[in-house]
């Protein structure tokens, strides 16, 4: 029944993505991939290994060697892995070396459902179903802050905000896939919706997107 059906779930930090790609994930037996946590790793790993995030080279050769298969280290959830990701993601040869692992896992048979800055543009642009999640800053900013605050980190959140705001700037602007909403994604603000709500939403998107295809 899933035959080819690929989700492409892109957006800024904290905006539900996550959850929203998790929930497809769930509802149509796809496989997710949280791409935030390829950059995110290669960040981390730079960092433990004394390598400036900054030097293109350096973290390319970190990112050729990362272990795409263990990605659940809790050091890669923390508000310092995410600023470490937002600045090694700027590399190109960053991304080059992540892209084929996420254009093959979009390949899988059966489908996929992917989650990052760049899957409806770069990774999978001829996915059937697209989706960019968004909402204010001010919300993204309270989520993340009660996120890292059970977590056990200890931030303002004016300081997540500011991270936000930041992160939002570096993300787009950069030269090589910037964030940005691919002509055929659907937007989804979830700014004044609950989880469920967002989940229903993006339901009623990929089903649409189904229905105009077939
Ligand atoms: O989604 P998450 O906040 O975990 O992503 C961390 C960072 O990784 C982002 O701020 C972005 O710089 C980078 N990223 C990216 N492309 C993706 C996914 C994440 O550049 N597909």
Known sequence: MNADLVIAVDGPAASGKGTVAARLGRAYGLPVLDTGLLYRAVGVAASRAGIDPDDSEAVARVAGAIDLMALDDPA???????????????????????????????????????DGRDIGTVIAPWAPAKIFVTARPEVRAERRWRQLTAQGESVSLADVLGDIRQRDARDGGRA???MARAPDAVLLDTSEMTIDHAADAARRIVEAARAGRA
């Open 76 to 114: 890669f959830r923390t508000r310092e892995a995410g600023e470490l990701a937002s600045r090694v993601a700027i590399h190109p040869g960053v991304r080059a070396a992540l892209n084929a692992a996420q254009v093959g896992f979009a390949r899988r048979p059966g489908g996929a459902v992917l």
């Open 176 to 178: 090589d896939a910037p």
